[in-house]
């Protein structure tokens, strides 16, 4: 009993160490290495191998020693394959201390070959097998024990742990590395969609600033995408690494924004229960966007100014000076000289921020590029909502260009992405833009229409009074409107809820 005990203190120490072993390793490769040789010098093997299957049973990774992939794929390693797929099926460790006594029967070629003791133990992280051990040697060198086989059962739960949470370390990097290649597609520069003069020289000044650490103001009207360029000259510097922090000083009133931006001390206020760190310290390193700056109360301009001057801001409610390293971009969708003059923005704080100043036009000014916008708005919608070849018929151009759009790109893309989600077969028709494009007839009366523009008008009010006659003469019967029309039921009704008809209003009451 002594004896007994002395070899299982013996193995509990070996299994500590070998797990301290494993937890080392973060790389699945690396693990699945380490895991095979520790495995082998345990059990006292001659040969193994750890698989790893994926959600849909396919193979993730396959680790061994001294077994290649000849001896793998060669006939009389078939019931070695038979027991790692019996043993993930069956969710149960199997030790077999002779193949010939278990399979001479249905195997009678395992005469010719040696022996093999084998275990094959299931790899089970919750409820999920995603992998097996397996290890071998010869039978009448050194058959694998009961204990032998309890003690790798222990270490298997540990080689599971470490490759699971190995597995998932790995998933998460590659979700973050797609991500991130994903954020850096959309913010590069050509994302800017332009080629107005005005445009072509607003990306010129974010190719010369972008890797500079300057302060760049950037103006326009409300939905002309000051952030989507605050973004590319982020995404194009030096700090692309780091920690891009966008703040609308509009959205908070002046104490919570000021909070939200130093930071604030327990106490500070009613409710400041614990220390909590500011988007300055949260953008250390990187880059913070103060969109629509104009909205900040000149006491709290104050304490920008300071950080723009001197580096250094302290929390709300502590005196203790804290030192940060970002780049600060700003925006205001109203011009900030003219606030200046008229007493409402700091003056030293305008010129801190007005190192660069980039104009963003509004949409109205660079009507060459709506349809070029248009079109990539209608692509990047049909691939989310898996509609492709989508394309606008020749009268929704003709209405989207007469259009003055007050609230620019936002508002062109909010109507695209509208259109995409209302359309039922490949062509955006004008019927399917927003009321207030609908009606642009209206603001046209007595202009010089293009003979386009009169078209489309001409057809949407043909389309409306034609089926209004269809349900008229069908008494409300949507069934029997789209028979007289020649259309598919389904169409028709899209097509009348388009056009704003109500079948109740064409029933005939008796």
């Known amino acids: 009993m002594k004896t007994s ?5 013996t193995m509990f120490c070996c299994l500590l160490e070998s797990s301290k072993r494993l937890l080392m390793e973060s790389e699945v ?69 002779s193949l010939s006594a278990s399979y001479l029967s249905i195997n009678p070629q395992l005469t010719s070959q040696p022996d093999l003791a084998v275990i094959c133990i299931p790899l089970r992280y919750e409820h999920r097998i995603f992998g097996v051990v397996y290890l071998d040697q010869r039978a009448d060198l050194h ?25 998932e370390r790995r998933k998460l990097y590659h979700h973050a590395c797609g991500l991130e290649q994903e954020l850096r597609a959309r913010h590069r520069l050509d994302a800017i969609v332009g080629h107005h003069p005005k445009m072509i020289t607003l990306l010129k000044t974010v190719t010369q600033v972008a890797d500079t650490e300057v302060t760049v103001l950037i103006q326009g009207e409300s939905g002309t995408g000051k952030e989507l360029v605050a973004h590319a000259l982020h995404y194009n510097s030096r700090r692309r690494d780091h920690p891009f922090v ?31 760190p500011g988007w300055f310290e949260r953008a ?68 801190r921020l007005n190192v660069v100043d980039i104009w963003v036009p509004p949409l109205r000014e660079r009507k060459c590029d709506i349809l070029l916008l248009a079109r990539h708005f209608l692509k990047l919608y049909g691939e989310k909502f898996g509609k492709h070849d989508l394309r606008f018929a020749p009268e929704t151009e003709t209405v989207m260009l007469a259009y003055d759009y007050p609230g620019n790109v936002r508002e062109l893309e909010n109507m695209i992405q509208r259109a995409v989600v209302l359309v039922e077969d490949k062509i955006i028709t004008p019927a399917l833009l927003p009321p207030v494009i609908i009606n642009l007839q209206q603001s046209h009366e007595g202009n010089k229409s293009s003979f386009k523009l009169a078209k489309a008008c001409a057809l949407q009010k043909f389309e409306r009074e034609y ?3 269809c349900l008229l003469a069908s008494r409300g019967c949507i069934t029997s409107a789209a028979h007289i029309a020649g259309m598919d039921v389904k169409n028709f009704y899209a097509k009348m809820k388009r056009l704003g008809l109500d079948p109740h209003a064409f029933k005939v009451v008796t």
């Not at 005990?5 to 203190?9: E, L, Q, S, V, W």
């Not at 009133?253 to 220390?275: C, M, Q």
């Open 5 to 9: 005990a002395n070899i299982d203190r």
């Open 467 to 469: 089926l209004a006659e």
């Open 29 to 97: 490769d690396r693990l699945l290495t380490v895991a095979v040789d520790l495995a082998l010098e345990l059990a006292g093997a001659s040969r193994g191998m750890i698989v790893l299957f994926g959600g849909n049973d396919d193979l993730l990774f396959e680790t061994a020693r001294n077994l290649n992939k000849e001896n793998i794929s060669h006939p009389e390693f078939e019931i070695s394959r038979t027991l790692i797929a019996k043993a993930r099926a069956e969710g149960r460790p199997l030790c077999l201390p």
């Open 284 to 351: 250390q390193g990187g880059t913070i966007f103060l969109d629509e700056v104009n909205e900040m109360t000149l006491p709290l301009q104050v304490k920008l100014l300071r950080v723009l001057q001197e580096g250094e801001y302290s929390r709300v409610g502590s005196t203790e000076l804290r030192h940060v390293d970002v780049r600060v971009l700003a925006a205001s969708s109203n011009d900030l000289k003219v606030l200046m003059e008229h007493g409402r923005f700091r003056e030293e704080l305008y010129y």
């Open 246 to 276: 966008p703040v609308n000083c509009a959205a908070l009133p002046e104490h919570l924004l000021e909070s939200e931006l130093f930071g604030h001390v327990r106490g500070a206020f009613t409710g400041a229960i614990k220390d909590k």
């Open 143 to 167: 058959p694998f024990d009961e204990q032998t086989c309890v003690f790798l059962q222990e270490f298997a739960e540990y080689i599971a742990l470490a490759c699971y949470h190995a597995l």
